[in-house]
């Protein structure tokens, strides 16, 4: 789901917003967010899982891995194969490499976008929340 209201924002640079975020005293810390997406429907993805769960968990071991898990369809109610991936990564490089040796992604089960993100706020703790 998408709010999209201007076709053209006023902005700063990543590096700027980085140090904004340290300015206001947040928590400023530069992860990289990876959205999967299948590319030939849900069986490929579905062969691919043997192989995927534990790359994820060596990322997961080592450190890497902020956090992963499948995405709901706009509507919430299916799961066509789609996943979210949040790395920590010395750089964009460094995280697209990740991306690529995923099985996932060498296998050709999804293709991925990574994008870098700024984690202000937050907690890493379970919630009670919705569970």
Request: hydrophobic residues 35%; contains cysteine; negative net charge.
């Amino acid at each position: 789901m998408s709010n999209d209201t201007a076709d053209q924002v006023d902005g700063m640079t990543w590096g700027q917003l980085l140090e904004r975020s340290r300015q206001l005293d947040l928590h400023a810390e530069q992860l990289f967010l990876i959205r999967s997406t299948p590319i030939n429907g849900f069986a490929p993805v579905e062969d691919a899982l043997e192989e995927h769960l534990p790359y994820q968990k060596k990322l997961e071991d080592s450190g890497v891995m902020f956090g992963a898990g499948p995405l709901a369809s706009p509507e919430g109610t299916e799961w066509n194969g789609e996943g979210v991936f949040v790395y920590r990564a010395a750089s964009l490089e460094e995280a697209v490499r990740l991306a690529e040796a995923d099985p996932m992604h060498s296998r050709g089960a999804r293709r991925f976008e990574v994008r870098a993100w700024c984690l202000n706020e937050g907690t890493t703790t379970k919630s009670s929340v919705g569970g």
